[in-house]
T-cell receptor, first 110, second 113 residues
Framework: GQQLNQSPQSMFIQEGEDVSMNCTSS?????WLWYKQEPGEGPVLLIA?????ELTSNGRLTAQFGITRKDSFLNISASIPSDVGIYFCAGQLGGNQFYFGTGTSLTVIP | DTGVSQDPRHKITKRGQNVTFRCDPI?????LYWYRQTLGQGPEFLTYFQNEAQLEKSRLLSDRFSAERPKGSFSTLEIQRTEQGDSAMYLC???????????FGQGTRLTVV
């Protein structure tokens, strides 16, 4: 199966700081999705990307579809305590299954 | 429609018992996916349906696992003769065929004792 690696694995930041995380793949994808998951809950879709080079924002979140189609980046500006959770990237090729990354755990210190 | 609904939210069962989970997708979503997630890992693909047709199955889906979507609406995932290794969160997601955004339910947490 496809391997998606996310980095960093975990982050501890002060409230108000900006956050950057990325996701890399050994294969190309046509679609990149970013999800946030809180304990005991299902993943919640944050941003969807459909085109290489695309930059999309959702409030304080900004994500980019890498030019090589093998990577994607997520930035969170001015973090707040409710940003705490695990962030997953997911890639899709050909309209079939989604492959998920290993996750980035975010802790925001008030 | 409030989103993807899964039932039950939690299930504790004894090893060797059969369990069945239900997923109700978002209305008009033709695609339905099942994923499994263990602690500290990302979701792993199990299977997906387009309408009532099961189009892809993962090698993770052993003979003890079966999924159905008989009328192209809700889906069930059954695990027969459960093992401790089946303990995980089982997630369901749905999407439109032409729109690849996939929305997840809250999951069913299975504990096999």
């Amino acid at each position: 199966g496809q391997q998606l690696n996310q980095s960093p694995q975990s982050m501890f930041i002060q409230e108000g700081e900006d956050v950057s995380m990325n996701c890399t793949s050994s294969s190309i994808f046509n679609t990149w999705l970013w999800y946030k998951q809180e304990p005991g809950e299902g993943p919640v879709l944050l941003i969807a990307l459909y085109k290489a080079g695309e930059l999309t924002s959702n409030g304080r979140l900004t994500a980019q579809f890498g030019i090589t189609r093998k990577d994607s980046f997520l930035n969170i500006s001015a973090s707040i305590p409710s940003d705490v959770g695990i962030y997953f990237c997911a890639g899709q090729l050909g309209g079939n299954q989604f492959y998920f990354g290993t996750g980035t755990s975010l802790t925001v210190i008030p | 429609d409030t989103g993807v609904s899964q039932d039950p939210r939690h299930k504790i069962t004894k090893r060797g018992q059969n369990v069945t989970f239900r997923c109700d997708p978002i209305s008009e979503h033709n695609r339905l996916y099942w994923y499994r997630q263990t602690l500290g890992q990302g979701p792993e693909f199990l299977t997906y349906f387009q309408n009532e047709a099961q189009l892809e199955k993962s090698r993770l889906l052993s003979d003890r696992f079966s999924a159905e979507r008989p009328k192209g609406s809700f889906s069930t995932l059954e695990i027969q003769r459960t093992e401790q290794g089946d303990s995980a969160m089982y997630l369901c997601a749905s999407s439109l065929v032409t729109d690849t955004e996939a929305f997840f339910g809250q999951g069913t947490r299975l504990t096999v004792v």
